[in-house]
Nanobody
């Protein structure tokens, strides 16, 4: 049973930074294509970033967010800089067994999410 637990969400001012973490248990983080999605109120869940062999980013976060993983700690991270009000959402950690994670339909396992609120 794969379990994903997010942490690090909170309230931050526009222009600020925040780092999210996703602790993975049940499998090693390098086994899967790992990623982050987000869902703002009233909107569909959308892709943010993914990592396995390569990293992939949504255009809306490219140059501001960095996805990384620590295989020794079995943890996935999302470093978020230059945050904007439109980044406000619940952020979900995701794992997919197939390569090229970029859609919610590809996800095999989800975390419960962590809320990020950016005040303008």
């Amino acid at each position: 049973q794969v379990r994903l637990v997010e942490s690090g969400g909170g309230l931050v001012q526009a222009g600020g930074s925040l780092t999210l973490a996703c602790a993975v248990s049940g499998r090693t983080v390098s086994t899967y294509d790992m990623g982050w999605f987000r869902q703002a109120p009233g909107k569909e869940r959308e892709f943010v970033a993914s990592i396995k062999v390569i990293t992939t980013y949504a255009d809306s976060v490219k140059g501001r967010f960095t996805i990384s993983r620590d295989n020794a700690k079995n943890t996935l991270y999302l470093q978020m800089n230059s945050l904007k009000a439109e980044d406000t959402a619940v952020y979900y950690c995701a794992a997919a067994s197939r390569f090229g994670l970029s859609r919610a339909t590809q996800v095999d396992y989800w975390g419960k999410g962590t809320l990020v609120t950016v005040s303008s």
